[in-house]
């Protein structure tokens, strides 16, 4: 019978999931001229009410088939918005968005 445990006497689980760092960036329409950069366009700025978020993921969802981590705001990245350890809010978040993803 084989033994299930390591040389120090600890079980052995199965092995622990690389992952790797998401951030989540809620963005917000403006059009009024003290808030936008550019007179009279409506523009993409940070979210007043949110801050960024960071979060893991599997290192296997957010890099392509070569192990590297898929560009930032690609719509693979943003799909890890929908991602079942994203926070609540995050995957709530209906606003504008993008995710960029960790390449360390």
Do not use: C
Request: net charge negative; no cysteine.
């Amino acid at each position: 019978m084989s033994d299930a445990t390591t040389g120090s006497g600890r079980e052995e689980g199965p092995p622990a999931t690389e992952t790797i760092a998401v951030t989540f960036h809620p963005q917000e329409w403006v059009d009024s001229p003290g808030e936008a950069h550019d007179w009279d366009k409506r523009q993409l700025v940070p979210a007043r009410e949110r801050d960024p978020v960071t979060y893991e993921v599997p290192r296997e969802d957010a890099t392509d088939g070569d192990g590297r981590p898929v560009p930032d705001e690609s719509y693979r990245a943003n799909m890890l918005q929908d991602h079942p350890v994203a926070p609540e809010w995050v995957a709530d978040w209906d606003g504008p968005y993008y995710v960029t993803v960790n390449s360390d």
